[in-house]
């Protein structure tokens, strides 16, 4: 059984992020944040991961977004938004991401993500489905979603 944990906010853990493809101006804000002080060991942070032994192998980025900005389920509701889905080359094809999205899923709300090119196949197996286009919503993005029980697509 792989544990997924919520990672803290600090130099340790923006470190282990620099080994990852996706490291952009999300960790580059925390890293501010961590040298100006505003921001401590305990403070909320959107990311989980995967340890395995002291490295950090997988990680995903998890946001609750309020049912005012709902505009893709119904009835209309909080939801999560999965972004930076990510497992290290080495690691790839073991169970870290599917653990990282089920850890999602068990939350129990709706999830967006907006997958990478080629990922089609692995969110497909994870349940998560095409949204009818929407261009002034989308923008440009080929959003995916997962629909728990009693949920569905906004019309």
Known sequence: MLKVEKLLVNYKTLEEFKKFREYGI????MLEDLQSNII??????????IHYGDKLVARMSLYKVDSKFDQYFSPQQDYLELW???????????GYGKAL????KALNLPIKTNPRVKSG???SKMGFEAVKYDMDRDKGENPLVWYPAGVTEQN
Do not use: H, I, M, R
């Open 26 to 29: 999300q960790e580059l804000s």
């Open 40 to 49: 401590e060991n305990d403070s909320d942070s959107p990311f989980y991961g």
């Open 84 to 94: 930076k889905l990510e497992v290290l080359p080495t690691y790839q094809g073991k």
């Open 101 to 104: 999205v089920e850890f999602a």
């Open 121 to 123: 196949d692995f969110w």
